[in-house]
């Protein structure tokens, strides 16, 4: 299962670009693109920064799209040009349109200044999500909503027509979240009254059954992080029902002061500087046992093997949920690379700028660069992005208005902290201000070492 992009015209002809697995590929004459074009006569036209390919070789059919960034001379697909800037606009103006993205099928050329490149889909076999040990085959329309159907579900379960581990014993309380990939309720178990997270996931397309794999392996492995500032992930399972292909269930360990992101908020769009420090000293305490904890897990070939270390890859406000702990106030990071992780394996059918659309506050340049950069730098970066928020109630970039955030990340800096809070304390805005750099690389490559900077900073 790859995708395959042929240059079939120009300097680069005779090439082949392979992606085997879900990427981005940036293209234009930047040596920060996966596909650099000459700077030469036969590419004035194109911006350093050109378009974007989206590639999901994971999913039944293939799924790649291409994104225009608002160039002069736009970008031409078997022949039609997209997504170029109005005449009357200049660069800086044409950055902050946003511009749609254009779906590809295999055989389409894509022309760039005297380069072309012909897309290919492999045409390999692929199989649908495998059918779990319980299924619905009974005609059913999708439910009115999703609370309904998962209490009538519950009530199976718990009346012993299924064996559902993950959700035996539980009942629905409310809805406490929802996302892209489905919802989060807060359910009861009816014996011990303890209250936990369940949270649902819903396949938007149907993958490989090894990149399902690959995904429940990645889950098994957070199943095992055990820290106290790491929400628990207690237990997972999954069903098939006749209006999806199947349901990914989760049980997660609650917590009842909700996320950063309202807290925040509720507190006035900003927090003392000491409560501010106190709550990333903690996330950075559970992300240091995260990324340096050894597991044990099975590969594909069913073979035991090392891995060490988890990256989480979506650190942001609404993934630090808070409890309340002997009357001080204590942070737990949520969602270990949970919906990174599904992503990854071709489940979500999102396409990258419908990943993005409600992260890349907190993304750090390097992941889009590369959609698959998992390094424990870029949770690093996202938990120093996270502080910034915490003291400020803004991101650090500026991605107010109608500026496309991609183009925001590849060609902003970050905003010194002071610039928009004065009252902070000159070496740790120093301090921030580095942690939230990332060109040309990141300034902290371990939660260690953020860690420590900030305590010598407020010493």
């Not at 590369?370 to 992005?385: H, I, L, S, T």
Request: glycine content about 8%; hydrophobic content about 40%; charged content about 20%.
């Amino acid at each position: 299962m790859h995708i395959d992009l042929k240059p079939i015209a120009g300097k680069h002809n005779g090439a082949i670009y392979r992606f085997p697995d879900r990427t981005t590929a940036l293209i234009g004459r930047s040596d920060a693109c996966h596909i650099q074009l000459p700077d030469d006569d036969d590419h004035r036209s194109i911006s350093r920064f050109h378009c974007l390919l989206d590639l999901n070789p994971n999913v039944n059919p293939p799924q790649a799209c291409i994104r225009d960034f608002g160039s002069r001379n736009g970008t031409y697909v078997n022949g039609r040009k997209i997504g170029q800037r109005p005449v009357d606009l200049s660069a800086s103006q044409g950055r902050k349109q946003a511009y749609p993205e254009c779906m590809l099928n295999h055989g389409d050329l894509i022309q760039l200044g005297k380069t072309v490149f012909a897309i290919e889909f492999a045409n390999e076999a692929k199989t649908d999500l495998v059918a779990p040990a319980f299924q619905d085959s009974s005609p059913q329309a999708p439910p009115p909503n999703l609370r309904q159907w998962l209490q009538q579900l519950l009530n199976q379960v718990n009346g012993g027509e299924l064996n559902l581990k993950a959700i035996r014993g539980y009942d629905v309380v409310r809805s406490i979240g929802k996302g892209g990939f489905g919802e989060v309720f807060l359910a009861k178990h009816r014996k011990t009254g303890e209250f936990v997270a369940l949270k649902l996931m819903l396949p938007q397309v149907a993958a490989g059954q090894a990149n399902v794999d690959r995904f429940l392996r990645e889950v098994k492995v957070n199943q095992a992080l055990r820290h106290p500032h790491i929400a628990r992930l207690l237990e997972f399972g999954s069903y098939k029902s006749s209006w999806v292909t199947t349901v990914f269930f989760f049980t997660l360990e609650y917590c009842s002061a909700g996320n950063l992101a309202d807290f925040v908020v509720a507190q006035g769009g900003s927090l003392p500087v000491e409560l501010a420090i106190d709550l990333t000293l903690q996330i950075l305490d559970g992300l240091h046992y995260a990324h340096r904890t050894e597991f044990e897990q099975h590969n594909a070939l069913g073979r035991k093997v090392k891995v060490t270390g988890v990256v989480h890859r979506d650190i942001k406000p609404h993934n630090i949920l808070l409890m309340q702990d002997r009357g001080k106030l204590k942070a737990k990071v949520a969602d270990f690379g949970l919906a990174k992780a599904f992503d990854l394996a071709g489940l979500s059918g999102l396409t990258i700028a419908g990943e993005m659309a409600g992260t890349p506050l907190f993304m750090p340049r390097q992941q889009m660069l590369d959609f698959q950069y998992a390094r424990p730098e870029v949770d690093v970066w996202a938990a120093a992005a996270t502080l910034y928020f915490m003291l400020t109630g803004e991101p650090p970039r500026d991605f107010r208005g109608k500026a496309d955030p991609l183009m925001v990340i590849l060609q902003s800096a970050p905003i010194p902290i002071r610039d928009r809070q004065p009252r902070i304390p000159s070496q740790l805005a120093t301090v921030i201000d580095r942690a939230v750099q990332d060109t040309p690389t990141i300034g902290f490559s371990s939660a260690e070492a953020l860690k420590l900077a900030l305590l010598q900073a407020i010493n």
